[in-house]
């Protein structure tokens, strides 16, 4: 009786057993039933194209272009990398490559300029972070893929380019840009103000930036500085690990600069400093504005919550994700999908994407004296190099915008004019007010003995 009553409990677990089975996979049946017709619509659609189309395309132009759609359809910054793309990819690394220097991405359909590298051809022509680029040439870029963009951008060095811009909400304009080599070099100027106050302009965050930078302060700190302006404007970002490592020359050991969070378990990580302290603790502010995006974000953010420094300008970009590059198809093929895997949050677990970071002290420059400014700055590098007896950016009589053209006027004739010698004149005119408050602040801190923490808030138009 009882050998009966257990064979019934068998039989009945294992019929429901069965049933439950079938009902999960019919469940799961479905649904890759449903995943196999979605997919079953590319072969179906290329299929059509290829025996109906007016003209004949190729397999490969229809496959990147279902690629291309799919990144698209994500975010704003993942994208299919086709073999030219890759190659290029290679060559923004090593930091040398023909076109216009700037970094773009694209943004409510537009592509739009994150920021123009310091002293490159659109640097000098007035191309500014924020800019929209609506034509490139005679051709009008509705919703483009980024890759045709860059490839048009770039180019062999002394041809033009004709680019036109949406500025704001109603400002058009065009510029004629001469293309040039752009050579991209981490630390663009490092000196010592005044008041024993060292200045560094960071440009882009590549493989060598921190060793440059950690040598650049050693020999400013052997000139006796005590104070250090870090310049992160216009700076674009780079490489995730350089930023990290660039923030822990200033962030002492054990606390975290950045974190990253994304679906998978191992896309959550956190970077601390190290505990070792490379230099010493000295009263520090950094320079941002609209054009400081990405590598530069996680620095000037990290030296915000840790109280590190104070922060002097405008708000940044706002990007805050965090792209891997995934190798696609075989080895030899050389494609890749550059897919956001995560985003990236400050110390105090702040996400800045679309908000960017607000600094301590708000000083805002108008167009006008930001175009005086790197022109200057422009200046400035043209003299170093030809110190150091190198070539310069771009040779004499290249004009890289046909906006810059102004009616010529003798040095005797201005001077009569104005009653002032031309170099007397261009000092009057420029003024780098954000670099000013700066050293103004780094003044004040020192004059109290402040040390490493200088949290304060003020603004400051200009």
């Known amino acids: 009786m009882r050998r009966k009553k257990l064979l019934l409990i068998i039989a009945i677990l294992i019929a429901v057993n069965f049933v439950l089975g079938m009902q999960v996979q019919e469940k799961l049946a479905g649904g890759g039933r449903e995943r196999l017709s979605r997919i079953d619509l590319i072969p179906q659609a290329m299929s059509l194209i290829e025996n109906h189309y007016v003209e004949e395309v190729s397999n490969e132009t229809l496959v990147y272009g279902a690629l291309r759609g799919m990144l698209n359809s ?72 980024m890759n045709d963009v860059v490839s048009k951008l770039r180019g062999e060095p002394g041809t033009k380019l004709t680019v036109t811009i949406v500025r704001g909400h109603t400002t058009i304009k065009k510029f004629t840009i001469t293309r040039a080599i752009i050579k991209v070099q981490s630390i663009a100027e490092a000196n010592v103000l005044e008041d024993s106050i060292g200045y560094v302009k960071v440009i882009q965050f590549q493989e060598r930036t921190a060793p440059d930078l950690h040598e650049a302060l050693t020999d400013l700190e052997a000139q006796g500085m005590d104070a250090l302006i870090l310049d992160l404007r216009d700076n674009p970002g780079g490489l995730l690990v350089s930023a990290i490592e660039v923030a822990d020359l200033f962030i002492p050991g054990g606390r975290v600069i950045v974190s990253t969070k994304g679906r998978r378990q191992s896309q959550n990580q956190e970077y601390k400093s190290r505990d070792a302290r490379t230099h010493p603790p000295y009263p520090l502010a950094v320079l941002i504005n609209k054009g400081s995006a990405s590598g530069s974000e996680i620095v000037a953010g990290a030296i915000k919550d840790l109280k590190r420094g104070v922060l002097i300008g405008e708000s940044s970009y706002g990007k805050a994700s965090v792209q891997t590059l995934l190798r696609l198809g075989k080895k030899d093929e050389r494609m890749a999908l550059k897919l956001t895997t995560g985003k990236y949050y400050t110390p105090s677990g702040t996400s800045i994407e679309d908000k960017g970071i607000e600094p301590h002290v708000v000083v805002t420059e108008t167009p006008e004296q930001e175009m005086l400014r ?50 007397e004149e261009k000092q009057k005119e420029f003024v780098d007010i954000q670099l000013e408050e700066a050293i103004r602040i780094l003044k004040a801190i020192k004059a109290i003995g402040g040390g490493s923490n200088v949290p304060v808030g003020a603004s400051v138009a200009g």
């Open 74 to 145: 994500l975010d704003l910054h993942s994208q299919f990398l086709p073999p030219v793309a890759v190659r290029s990819m290679e060559v923004d690394t090593i930091g040398t490559f023909g076109g216009l220097g700037i970094e773009i991405t694209k943004k409510q359909g537009f592509v739009t300029v994150v920021s123009p590298l310091v002293g490159t051809p659109a640097y000098r022509a007035g191309l500014m972070a924020g800019d929209r680029i609506v034509k490139i040439n005679d051709e009008l870029l509705r919703d483009p893929d």
């Open 374 to 423: 790197r022109t200057q700055k422009y200046k400035e590098m043209e003299r170093a190099l030809q110190e150091n007896g190198e070539e310069k950016p771009e040779s004499e009589g290249e004009k890289p915008s046909a906006e810059s053209e102004k009616p010529s006027i003798s040095e005797e004739e201005l001077e009569k004019l104005i009653g002032r010698t031309p170099e």
